[in-house]
């Protein structure tokens, strides 16, 4: 027979961002730790507010699962005397485990007999154990910031302020430090008064309710951004969707009331991503759009209570963001008082790296650096190019960046072209930073794309060069980030850029601009190479391309990126083709022979055989034109030729033996099937796709 259990523990306001990872840790501590006892359930569930965490667990057996506990001894020729008696290593180990030596098992193991011991030992009472265990799970729970209260050791997110656990219908004892559990629990803080008794685990929910607790964050999440919708509907408008905005106020509320508040339309005149951004980092409110996607001189809040005395609660808080908009709108003035480019020359004093220089030796590097991608990728022109290299950092200097970091960029761009810098400078400036993580947009302009390849090769570049490499989980530098930012660049955007080439010229223009890099650009090329393509393997990856395929196509090291990708597409789809077959026997065949030969000349002269003469003829004139096919990305036509090499593949074969005592015509053999096998593997390296 099964109960549920269920445990609550009872904290100090536990911070937003550790909630999400402690309910997910909780629940996976929980299931190891009863699988581990051999306690079964049906099911887990966490649950939590910011005052309490709730480890809910139903079905959970209430005994233990019998088991065969089968301990292997020393060998019997070791156990036992040449009399049969028992040796001091038999008795010994009979004595460790608590038995008999005739109670003793014999078995073969591999060819050699072992004593055993064999115990069977019956589950214990679920109920007799969950003190231990439940104790067990609190303090296996571990957080980034964690902290000890009054002289006790135990240390959690918050100090443990009471405990509640039942199983079944039944109270659970168990104590942490100076808190031991009891039959009660905690409403909310400020709507409920005093600890509320519970007698049962469907009491338990029906009191928090009952006490304005909603324990469910599933919950509270639905219930926070339908009232939120709803209040913004009401005043003709549209809240921003924003889920981490929304998953943050879930665990700041216990019982969520929304509601509407208002601003000074004479704030509308700062940029909308500064307003947003000061709603929703400092405020934790929902910005406002209306029917045109214009931002709205109001904001949608999230109070921890009911709607009583919510006129009061509406105006204080539209107090402290009126605060905080007069700042935005005070930075917004004082910087606009003069021109983006009047920032630049104060980047000298701002240090990019300790052994790289400045921001201002980066960027004067950037400038050569993006006019000279342009020109590579047949992108965009040298002045916007050396334009917006120059001002693309300009803003880090500003007061609004330096207030809201996370808006670089933006605020360069809406600078720029408050300045008078063209729309494809203004953009760029902007652009350059993407994509900032997983899923965010490519940057669309044409300076805006070469700025970003020149933004982050110039800082893989860098890095790689002084020996600075990421490790294990540890990349201070964002370097792995910015790697998958220029895959992303180059493959999505379809760009035909010669990698290798790219950073070794980055390397020979940070070299002329006065920076002292440890490594040469063939070291650095070839180590970042090598680092870019592992992160293009986790890219194909996720577009479902096999291991096998993958390995293929990346073996050249080829560093035209979209190519690689063009190739595996190739392969990909002329597996699924009737010549696929056809074209594996002539690569296999001629491959698997000519693999130790080192050349793909034929000498003609000494093929003697019809069957070899009809092969070489038919090498000699398609063979040419595959590779053509290869040269201009025509990989199925050229894998097609190839495979109709087979009947003059198999008729070869059938008539001669290749590896013949003959050196000439042994040679000319291996260099006509060496030539086959070569012209297949400018495609891919066909021994490594599984057939």
Same mark, same amino acid.
């Given at each position: ?13 536990? #911070? ?69 008696? #028992? ?30 011991a064999v115990k069977k030992e019956s589950g214990g009472h679920t109920v007799a154990m969950l003190p231990g265990l439940l104790t067990e799970i609190i303090q296996a729970l571990n957080f980034p910031r964690s902290m000890r209260w009054g002289y006790f050791q135990t240390r959690f997110a918050r100090p443990i302020r009471w405990l509640l656990a039942f199983y079944g219908g039944q109270l659970l004892s168990l104590r942490i430090e100076n808190i031991e559990s009891a039959g009660w629990t905690m409403g909310h803080r400020f709507l409920a008064s005093g600890p509320l ?46 889920? &981490?905005?929304?998953?943050? !106020? ?12 208002? =601003? ?27 029917? &045109? ?6 904001? !949608? ?28 709108? =005070? ?13 630049? #020359?104060?980047?000298?004093? !701002? ?9 201002? &030796? ?7 650096? @993006? ?45 720029? /072209? ?11 400036? $902007? ?11 490519? #940057? ?38 910015? @790697? ?44 970042? $190479? ?11 990856? &996720? ?31 002329? /597996? ?29 002269? =000494? ?47 059938? @008539?001669? $033996? ?7 015509? /042994? ?25």
């Amino acid at each position: 027979m099964s109960q549920d259990m269920l445990l609550e523990i009872g904290v100090e306001e536990i #911070p937003s961002a550790l909630m999400p990872g402690a309910l997910d840790d909780l629940k996976a501590i929980a299931a190891q730790r009863l699988q581990q006892s051999r306690l079964e359930f049906s099911e887990i569930i966490t649950l939590g507010t910011p005052r309490r965490l709730v480890l809910h667990v139903k079905g959970l057996e209430e005994k233990q699962k019998d088991t065969v506990i089968e301990n292997r001894g020393p060998k019997k020729a070791s156990a036992f005397n040449q009399d049969g008696t #028992p040796s001091k290593a038999a008795l010994g180990f009979a004595r460790g485990q608590g038995m008999e030596v005739s109670d003793l098992d014999i078995r073969d193991v591999a060819g050699v007999e072992y004593i055993y011991a064999v115990k069977k030992e019956s589950g214990g009472h679920t109920v007799a154990m969950l003190p231990g265990l439940l104790t067990e799970i609190i303090q296996a729970l571990n957080f980034p910031r964690s902290m000890r209260w009054g002289y006790f050791q135990t240390r959690f997110a918050r100090p443990i302020r009471w405990l509640l656990a039942f199983y079944g219908g039944q109270l659970l004892s168990l104590r942490i430090e100076n808190i031991e559990s009891a039959g009660w629990t905690m409403g909310h803080r400020f709507l409920a008064s005093g600890p509320l008794q519970v007698t049962s685990i469907d009491e338990y929910y029906d009191c928090l309710r009952n006490n304005y607790v909603i324990v469910d964050p599933r919950q509270r999440r639905e219930m926070i951004w339908s009232q939120v919708r709803e209040v913004a509907a009401r005043v003709g408008g549209t809240a921003m969707e924003n889920e &981490d905005l929304l998953t943050e !106020v879930s665990f700041l509320v216990e019982y969520p009331t929304a509601f509407y508040g208002e =601003f000074s339309i004479s704030y509308l005149d700062v940029p909308t991503e500064v307003l947003t951004t000061s709603m929703i980092s400092h405020q934790r409110y929902f910005p406002v759009f209306d029917a &045109d996607h214009k931002l709205m001189a109001g904001f !949608v809040g999230v109070r921890n209570g009911t709607d009583y005395c919510l006129d009061l609660v509406r105006a204080g808080n539209e107090r402290v963001l009126k605060a905080r908009l007069e700042d935005a709108l =005070f930075f917004w003035k004082e910087d606009t008082s003069k021109r983006l480019a009047d920032f630049v #020359p104060g980047l000298r004093d !701002v240090l990019f790296h300790e052994k790289l220089g400045s921001i201002l &030796d980066k960027v004067e590097c950037l400038r050569s650096l @993006a006019v000279l991608i342009g020109a590579n990728l047949n992108l965009s022109n040298k002045v916007d190019l050396d334009r917006a290299a120059l001002l693309c950092k300009a803003d880090l200097l500003s007061s609004v960046v330096y207030e809201f970091p996370e808006l670089q960029g933006i605020i360069g761009r809406y600078y720029a /072209r408050q300045g008078g810098e063209n729309s494809e400078v203004a953009e760029a400036i $902007m652009e350059h930073y993407r994509p900032r993580f997983a899923g965010d947009s490519l #940057p669309a302009s044409e300076t805006g794309v070469v700025l970003a390849l020149a933004e982050k090769l110039f800082n893989l570049t860098a890095f790689f060069a002084m020996g600075i490499k990421p490790s294990g989980s540890q990349d201070p530098y964002a370097l792995r980030r910015q @790697a998958l930012g220029v895959v992303h660049i180059i493959i999505d955007l379809n760009l035909r850029a010669f990698l290798r080439v790219l950073i070794t010229e980055t390397h020979v223009v940070m070299s002329r601009s006065g920076f002292q890099l440890q490594l040469d650009a063939g070291e650095t090329a070839a180590e970042l $190479m090598d680092f870019i393509l592992q992160r293009m393997r986790g890219v194909m990856l &996720d577009r479902d391309y096999s291991y096998d395929l993958i390995d293929a196509v990346l073996y050249q090291g080829q560093d035209d990126l979209q190519q690689i990708v063009n190739r595996a597409e190739a392969v990909k789809q002329f /597996r699924e083709s009737q010549a696929w077959e056809d074209f594996l026997v002539v690569f296999n065949r001629s491959y698997n022979l000519s693999k130790k030969w080192d050349s793909t000349e034929v000498q003609a002269e =000494f093929l003697v055989d019809e069957s070899e003469k009809n092969l070489y003829a038919l090498v000699n004139h398609i063979k040419p034109k595959a590779e053509t096919a290869f040269q201009e990305h025509r990989y199925n036509e050229g894998l097609a030729m190839l495979a109709g090499l087979r009947p003059a593949v198999d008729k070869f074969f059938e @008539a001669v $033996m290749v590896m013949v005592e003959d050196q000439d015509l /042994r040679g000319a053999r291996l260099g006509l099937l060496k030539s086959i096998a070569e012209t297949g593997n400018y495609v891919a390296d066909f021994t490594r796709i599984l057939q």
